[in-house]
C-alpha cells in the first residue's frame, strides 16, 4: 500500500486554486504521493507521472516490480513532473511501482501499474460496451427510463449511437469478436412478462409503449451471433424511431420534440450502413432513410448553429459538421441529387467557426465540457478526408485549438486548464466526461498538426488526461467509484459516490466512470470540496469517442513490398491478444480478399501473401491493405 495516504491534516490556510505550489500548513502528508494512471500505460506511448508533493525543485525515483525491490529505471522528477517513457519492459505479465525519494519526505510508492503494447485500449474494450449494456432504459441493469430516453438518464446530446459506431469503425475486428452476450429474445419476453414492472421515473410517459413497440414493430437483427455494439445499436436507433421526440429533464427551456441532435446520430448508422448488412436489413435501412431525409432540413441541421451552449454540454460549437459530412456521402451512395447540400451545410458551419467562434473563450472549447469532443471530431475530420473541399483557414484554426491547448496544459498534471486564472476545471461543474473525452480531440489535431513538437505535445496531454482519468490526478484516485465493476486492477476508485437507488442507477452498471477533482483539489489539495459525484451516459459515451480515436491513432500501418514470395506486408493495430488482424487487399480500387496477419510480437502483426495469391495482376496495378472502416481506416498502397 503507497505510503501517501498516511497523513495528518492541520487547520491552516486554505490553497490558493490557481497556484503550483502547496499553502504553507494546508496539507501535510508523511510522505510523497506519487500519482501515475493505475490503468498503465503504453509501451510505445508517453508515459509521464506527478508528485505533487514536490512541486519545487528535484526528487529522485526508481521502477521495481511490483514486490520486489529491484531497480529497473531511475530518474529523476523535477518541479513535480516525472517522466519514464524511455521504460519499455518486455514483461507485461508484471506490475510495476515508482518510488520517489528526495525533497525533505519519506519515500513515497505509487500504485501498481502495468506497461504494455495497447494497454490503454485493451483495458477499455469491455467496460466501455458492459457499460452501455447495462445503461440502456427498460432493458438493463434496472427497469426504468429516467429522461425517456434510450438510455437511463439519457438526452438529445448524449450521443451514444455516434460512439458505438466510432467503436465498431475503429476496430471492427475486436467489437465484432467481444462477447456477445444480449439476448434480444429474453429481452422480449422480458418486457412482455406479467411480472415485469418498471419503475416511475420523470420523463418516462412514453417509454414503456415505445420499448414493447420496438420489439413488436422494429425488425429484430440479423444473424446467430449479434455482437454487443451492434446490439446496443439496434436498440438505440429502433427506440428512437419509434419514439423520436424527448425532453432533456433536468432543466432544459426546450419543449418535447425531435431535437437536431437526436437526428444528427442517425447519419452515423447511414454512413455505416455497408458495413452492418448482416445484422440490419435493406428495409430497416430505407426507413432510417427515408425519417432522417425528411427531417434533416426541418430540424435545422442544415442551417449555421450559431448557439455555444452553457457548461452543462447541451450545445456544443460544430456538432454538425461531421453528420452533414457523413450524409453526404450517404447521399452521393444513394445517387441523391441534392447530395451538396450536406457538403455546404458542414463547409458554411466550419467557416463560421473559422471566423466567429474565439478559442480563447474557455466556454467555446473545455467549457461544453464532455460534448467539447464534437467540435474538434469534425473540424479533423473535414481537414483529413476533404482537404480540398475545406474552407480557408481550417488548417489554422486547429493550429490555433493546438496553441491554445498546449499554453494551458504547461503545469506538473499536463492537464488542460479551464483558464490560467483561477479555474483549473469546468466552473461548478463535474467534468470527468471532459476529461474522459478530451484525448479524441488532442490525438485527432495532433493528425492534422504538422510541426513536429507540437504534435509530440499533444501526444502527451491527450495521454496525461486517460492518466487523470485512470488516478494521475490530485486524489490520487481512479474516476470509478466502484472500480471492481467492471476494471481490472485498479487499487483505488473515487473514494465517494452518489446516492444510490436513484435517477440512472448507475451504480448497477459496470465501467461507470464518476468523477475527477475540480478546480478546488488543484494543483494539490485533496482536502478540497467534491465536485457532483455522479456519472452519467454522457461522460461514459465521450470516453468511448476517446477509446476510438486512440484504437485508430493506434493502427498504423508499416510496410508492404513485393518479393519472389509473394506480397509482405508489416502492421501495428490494437487488437486483443491472441486475436489475427485481417486486412482487406484491394486491386485498382476492387476489393480482391482478406489476408490474415499473425502477432510477431506483443505489437506487430505479419503476413507473406504468396504469389499464387495474386494472380492476375499486371504492371501499373495499384494494391491497397486496409484495416479500420469509413473514415477511420487506415491503408498502405503499393503500385506494381
Known amino acids: 500500500m503507497p505510503k501517501h495516504f498516511i497523513a495528518s491534516l492541520i487547520l491552516a490556510a486554505g490553497l490558493a486554486a490557481g497556484g503550483q505550489t502547496m499553502a504553507q500548513g494546508s496539507f501535510t502528508p508523511e510522505a510523497h504521493w506519487v500519482c501515475v494512471s493505475q490503468t498503465g500505460y503504453n509501451t510505445n506511448a508517453p508515459k509521464r507521472f506527478t508528485v505533487p508533493t514536490a512541486m519545487q525543485g528535484t526528487v529522485s525515483f526508481y521502477i521495481t516490480a511490483e514486490g520486489d525491490g529491484t531497480p529497473l529505471f531511475k530518474g529523476t522528477a523535477s518541479n513535480g513532473l516525472g517522466d519514464f517513457t524511455a521504460f519499455t519492459p518486455t514483461d507485461t505479465r508484471k506490475r510495476y511501482v515508482i518510488h520517489v525519494q528526495g525533497g525533505g519526505l519519506p519515500e513515497g510508492v505509487s500504485y501498481p501499474f502495468r506497461v504494455a503494447p495497447y494497454q490503454l485500449e485493451r483495458a477499455g474494450f469491455l467496460p466501455s460496451v458492459w457499460f452501455m449494456n447495462d445503461a440502456r432504459s427498460m432493458t438493463g441493469t434496472h427497469h426504468s427510463a429516467y429522461g425517456g430516453c434510450p438510455w437511463r438518464d439519457g438526452t438529445y446530446y448524449s450521443y451514444e449511437m455516434p460512439s458505438l459506431i466510432w467503436l465498431f469503425l475503429s476496430n471492427p475486428k475486436v467489437y465484432t469478436e467481444l462477447p456477445a452476450t444480449i439476448s434480444y429474445d429474453s429481452l422480449k419476453a422480458l418486457v412482455f412478462s406479467p411480472d415485469y414492472k418498471p419503475t416511475k421515473e420523470r420523463n418516462d410517459e412514453s417509454a414503456l409503449a415505445a420499448t414493447k413497440k420496438y420489439f413488436t414493430t422494429i425488425e429484430k437483427p440479423m444473424g446467430k451471433r449479434v455482437p454487443d455494439v451492434i446490439m446496443d445499436l439496434h436498440w438505440g436507433l429502433g427506440y428512437y424511431m419509434v419514439n423520436p421526440e424527448t425532453q432533456d429533464p433536468s432543466g432544459d427551456p426546450l419543449p418535447k420534440q425531435l431535437h437536431p441532435q437526436t437526428l444528427a446520430q442517425f447519419a452515423y448508422f447511414l454512413y455505416a450502413y455497408p458495413e452492418l448488412k448482416q445484422w440490419f436489413s435493406e428495409k430497416y435501412y430505407r426507413q432510417v432513410l427515408s425519417f432522417t431525409l425528411n427531417n434533416w432540413q426541418k430540424t435545422g441541421l442544415l442551417d449555421v448553429q450559431r448557439q455555444v451552449g452553457t457548461t452543462k454540454g447541451r450545445h456544443a460549437p460544430g456538432f454538425s459538421v461531421l453528420p452533414n459530412l457523413l450524409l453526404f456521402e450517404v447521399a452521393k451512395r444513394e445517387h441523391l441529387p441534392d447530395a451538396a447540400k450536406y ?44 482537404p480540398d473541399k475545406a474552407p480557408a483557414g481550417l488548417q489554422q484554426k486547429i493550429n490555433e485549438w493546438a496553441d491554445v491547448v498546449i499554453n494551458r496544459s504547461d503545469n506538473p498534471w499536463d492537464f488542460r486548464r479551464y483558464d490560467l486564472d483561477s479555474n483549473w476545471t469546468v466552473p461548478a461543474m463535474n467534468e470527468v466526461g471532459n476529461v474522459a473525452g478530451f484525448p479524441a480531440s488532442a490525438l485527432l489535431a495532433a493528425a492534422v498538426i504538422k510541426d513536429p513538437g507540437k504534435k509530440a505535445r499533444l501526444e502527451q496531454i491527450a495521454y496525461a488526461h486517460f492518466d487523470n482519468l ?23 476508485g473515487y473514494p465517494r459516490g452518489y446516492h444510490e437507488n436513484v435517477t440512472a442507477r448507475l451504480e448497477l452498471c459496470r465501467g461507470t466512470i464518476s468523477c475527477v ?20 451516459v454522457n461522460h461514459n459515451t465521450a470516453w468511448n469517442v476517446s477509446l476510438a480515436v486512440l484504437n485508430w491513432y493506434d493502427n498504423r500501418p508499416q510496410t508492404i513490398t513485393r518479393d519472389k514470395d509473394g506480397l509482405k506486408i508489416s502492421w501495428q493495430a490494437p487488437l486483443m491478444e491472441g486475436q489475427t488482424l485481417p486486412l482487406t487487399l484491394l486491386v485498382n480500387g476492387v476489393v480482391k480478399t482478406t489476408v490474415h496477419l499473425k502477432p510477431a510480437n506483443g505489437s506487430d502483426y505479419t503476413v507473406v501473401v504468396p504469389v499464387s495469391q495474386l494472380k492476375g495482376l499486371k504492371q501499373g496495378d495499384k494494391i491497397t491493405a486496409v484495416y479500420g472502416l469509413g473514415f477511420l481506416a487506415k491503408k498502405l498502397e503499393l503500385t506494381i
Do not use: C
Open 343 to 386: 457538403m455546404q451545410a458542414a463547409y458554411n458551419q466550419t467557416a463560421w467557426i473559422i471566423d466567429s467562434l474565439s478559442l480563447q473563450v474557455p466556454l467555446n472549447t473545455k467549457g461544453q465540457r464532455m460534448s467539447e469532443y464534437n467540435l474538434m471530431t469534425g473540424l479533423a475530420t473535414f481537414r483529413l478526408q476533404y
Open 470 to 492: 485512470y488516478g494521475r490526478n490530485p486524489l490520487n484516485v481512479h474516476a470509478a467509484h466502484h472500480p471492481e465493476m467492471g476494471f481490472e486492477g485498479i487499487t483505488k
Open 517 to 536: 477533482p475540480g478546480t478546488e483539489m488543484y494543483p494539490f489539495n485533496p482536502t478540497g470540496k467534491d465536485r457532483h459525484l455522479e456519472g452519467w
